[in-house]
């Protein structure tokens, strides 16, 4: 008996179904793909339950007659090709023939269609890849095609969808980047009964980004024009100024020959331009058309068509790099004045010799104040002592001679090594995070490498810390052992904040977790919300980026709970509000840092799994400088 046999063809079409269909933004996807391929005005996504139970796309283009309806769930039958040769030059986004089948045999499906010659239209009911029921049926000019119970009959693959409201955020991504695709096509997107995106179809790019991501951002953006005639490349569309920029590329659309796609070198030209203007990392919000002879791509290189293959890609990446530079050039004294805000001010202060008074206050001095008073007074005070990290970060005081520090330390040094000759025992191996080990006690810090990492020691270890990782811990720590809630602060100003559809239903969605992690929130429009209150140790100026980062999170958890989602917000707030690599940090703020990381439980890592101290102990110095012979 042979062991080889052929696939029946709904066990073929269910394999088909995981690489076409891989979650309810697939579906949208390949259907909305097809409405416009029909040459239609209008598509109306209507989806429940996340578009696992109940998904809608209603188009009014051509439709189908009768034996196109039935032809249409056939695998592999599509109108758009007739010939390896056609994929040269194909314009239409489908062309394989493969979603209405595949859809159907995971779903209980539904198709309404009628062309505009035909009296009557055409129903096609399949259930789960059964064979279908094909009958006339009464309907409007065009096609709708309903999709209900998705994944019903494949339960393993429906089991790793992620959360509902992860899910209609895929499809929000999916809808709005193909109506920024096609401006001259109006858009409905209903969402559990509420009407969440809609764009007027009037072929204007600029009001379509407005109607989708508000007035605020649309002012910011600055129009491209770019034409390589050599190349045969032009280059139109929108990009936002240095000004505005978010903290991921979900903002970013990039659109071939009216197609959008992914692609790794698109991305890095628009990081380059900005990377090298604004001394801060972030992504902007960019809509760029890009038109380019057919011949030169294929599309014909991804199951779900989100990829293309370029003929030549750094010639692409040229065109876009320049095209977004000469964007943005007009812009210059805009990015200056950017530029200077978060470049980091330089601190200076002088030695003056102190006589200190019986009684006097403790008050932080200025370089400058403290050579006044030295002047018209016998005495100068000393500055405050910083308690806390954050404190200690904010504090703009006096700095400590370095070579002050130094004698401090050697000092200490000394009599730790004393104490531990003392000890009449060999030196224990060094600990590891993975042993559980605990941090030494009154490590001496040294200095900075690159304003990013703080160089301690001990009797017997050098230390390389993280700053920022470690700060970053330590909040962390902090933030999730207050259950009750995150104590906030009073803004004096409110802040309005806009956000687009899928944001606003995360936040009301999760009006609950923001008011525990200590954002407050108050609705003050379709989606807008007033920012009155924010997290104490966030900085005001970062209260913003940390609640889009928060969303952004909410929106990549699978099944979260609402412990796990408290957990990811906490881990934002303590990334956004912990010390930044770039920092400069006096030896009072080390000294802090390094003991509240020591108490902290887990002083090893970040939140996110990062190494915060790299420990090297003396046997391991001796080895990297090959003194093991010289018996240490």
């Known amino acids: 008996?042979?062991?080889?046999?052929?696939?029946?063809?709904?066990?073929?079409?269910?394999?088909?179904?995981?690489?076409?269909?891989?979650?309810?933004?697939?579906?949208?996807?390949?259907?909305?793909?097809?409405?416009?391929?029909?040459?239609?005005?209008?598509?109306?996504?209507?989806?429940?339950?996340?578009?696992?139970?109940?998904?809608?796309?209603?188009?009014?283009?051509?439709?189908?007659?009768?034996?196109?309806?039935?032809?249409?769930?056939?695998?592999?039958?599509?109108?758009?090709?007739?010939?390896?040769?056609?994929?040269?030059t194909v314009?239409?986004?489908?062309?394989?023939?493969?979603?209405?089948?595949?859809?159907?045999?995971?779903?209980?499906?539904?198709?309404?269609?009628?062309?505009?010659?035909?009296?009557?239209?055409?129903?096609?009911?399949?259930?789960?890849?059964?064979?279908?029921?094909?009958?006339?049926?009464?309907?409007?000019?065009?096609?709708?095609?309903?999709?209900?119970?998705?994944?019903?009959?494949?339960?393993?693959?429906?089991?790793?969808?992620?959360?509902?409201?992860?899910?209609?955020?895929?499809?929000?991504?999916y809808v709005i980047r193909l109506a920024l695709s096609r401006p001259d096509i109006a858009f409905r997107f209903i969402n559990n009964n509420r009407l969440t995106i809609m764009t007027a179809g009037d072929d204007s790019l600029r009001r379509t980004i407005e109607s989708i991501y508000g007035g605020d951002t649309a002012g910011a953006l600055i129009p491209l024009d770019f034409h390589d005639e050599e190349a045969e490349i032009r280059i139109t569309g929108y990009i936002s100024k240095p000004s505005m920029i978010r903290s991921s590329r979900a903002w970013q659309t990039y659109i071939v020959n009216g197609r959008t796609i992914q692609n790794r070198a698109i991305a890095k030209a628009i990081d380059n331009v900005y990377r090298a203007l604004v001394p801060k990392m972030g992504f902007p919000l960019a809509v760029l058309c890009i038109e380019v002879p057919q011949r030169t791509i294929d599309v014909n290189v991804h199951p779900q068509k989100t990829e293309m293959k370029f003929e030549d890609e750094g010639r692409i990446f040229k065109a876009v790099y320049?095209?977004?530079?000469?964007?943005?050039?007009?812009?210059?004294?805009?990015?200056?004045?950017?530029?200077?805000?978060?470049?980091?001010?330089?601190?200076?202060?002088?030695?003056?010799?102190?006589?200190?008074?019986?009684?006097?206050?403790?008050?932080?001095?200025?370089?400058?104040?403290?050579?006044?008073?030295?002047?018209?007074?016998?005495?100068?005070?000393?500055?405050?002592?910083?308690?806390?990290?954050?404190?200690?970060?904010?504090?703009?005081?006096q700095r400590v001679d370095l070579r002050v520090a130094q004698d401090r330390i050697a000092a200490a040094r000394d009599e730790e090594r004393a104490a531990f000759a003392a000890q009449n025992a060999p030196a224990a191996a060094p600990p590891s995070a993975e042993q559980g080990a605990e941090m030494e006690e009154n490590l001496l810090p040294i200095g900075q490498v690159d304003l990013t990492y703080i160089i301690a020691q001990s009797a017997q270890s050098l230390y390389i810390v993280d700053q920022h990782a470690a700060h970053e811990r330590i909040l962390f720590d902090r933030f999730s052992a207050q259950a009750d809630g995150i104590p906030s602060q009073q803004m004096l100003v409110h802040a309005i904040l806009s956000f687009d559809a899928r944001e606003a239903q995360y936040i009301e969605e999760n009006a609950a977790l923001f008011d525990?992690?200590?954002?407050?929130?108050?609705?003050?429009?379709?989606?807008?919300?007033?920012?009155?209150?924010?997290?104490?140790?966030?900085?005001?100026?970062?209260?913003?980026?940390?609640?889009?980062?928060?969303?952004?999170?909410?929106?990549?958890?699978?099944?979260?709970?609402?412990?796990?989602?408290?957990?990811?917000?906490?881990?934002?707030?303590?990334?956004?509000?912990?010390?930044?690599?770039?920092?400069?940090?006096?030896?009072?703020?080390?000294?802090?840092?390094?003991?509240?990381?020591?108490?902290?439980?887990?002083?090893?890592?970040?939140?996110?799994?990062?190494?915060?101290?790299?420990?090297?102990?003396?046997?391991?110095?001796?080895?990297?400088?090959?003194?093991?012979?010289?018996?240490?």
């Open 91 to 173: 314009a239409t986004l489908g062309f394989r023939g493969e979603a209405l089948p595949t859809i159907a045999s995971v779903s209980r499906f539904s198709l309404l269609t009628r062309k505009a010659t035909d009296d009557l239209g055409t129903r096609v009911d399949i259930l789960g890849g059964k064979p279908p029921a094909v009958e006339e049926a009464g309907c409007e000019i065009g096609t709708t095609v309903r999709v209900e119970d998705l994944f019903f009959n494949t339960p393993a693959r429906k089991k790793f969808l992620k959360t509902n409201t992860t899910e209609v955020g895929r499809i929000s991504d």
């Open 516 to 632: 525990r992690l200590g954002f407050h929130l108050e609705p003050a429009g379709a989606r807008e919300y007033r920012l009155t209150e924010a997290p104490a140790d966030v900085p005001l100026d970062e209260a913003e980026a940390t609640i889009r980062e928060i969303l952004v999170s909410l929106g990549d958890l699978h099944a979260a709970t609402p412990a796990n989602l408290r957990q990811a917000g906490i881990a934002t707030m303590a990334c956004r509000a912990a010390i930044k690599a770039g920092e400069e940090l006096n030896t009072r703020q080390m000294e802090i840092l390094l003991e509240e990381l020591r108490r902290t439980p887990f002083p090893f890592t970040c939140p996110h799994g990062r190494p915060t101290i790299l420990r090297f102990g003396t046997h391991d110095l001796a080895k990297m400088f090959k003194r093991t012979g010289f018996g240490l």
């Open 322 to 397: 320049k095209a977004v530079l000469d964007a943005i050039r007009g812009a210059a004294g805009e990015t200056a004045a950017i530029a200077a805000s978060v470049e980091k001010p330089k601190f200076h202060c002088e030695a003056v010799p102190l006589s200190v008074g019986a009684g006097a206050p403790y008050a932080p001095q200025s370089a400058g104040a403290s050579a006044a008073n030295a002047r018209t007074n016998n005495y100068a005070m000393p500055p405050v002592r910083p308690q806390t990290v954050h404190e200690a970060v904010q504090w703009r005081g």
């Open 1 to 88: 008996m042979t062991q080889i046999h052929v696939l029946d063809d709904a066990t073929i079409n269910k394999i088909a179904a995981g690489e076409v269909v891989e979650r309810p933004a697939s579906v949208v996807k390949e259907l909305v793909e097809n409405a416009m391929d029909a040459g239609a005005t209008a598509i109306e996504i209507e989806i429940m339950g996340g578009g696992v139970s109940f998904i809608r796309v209603t188009d009014n283009g051509r439709g189908m007659t009768r034996a196109d309806a039935g032809a249409a769930i056939l695998r592999h039958a599509t109108s758009k090709i007739t010939s390896v040769s056609d994929l040269q």
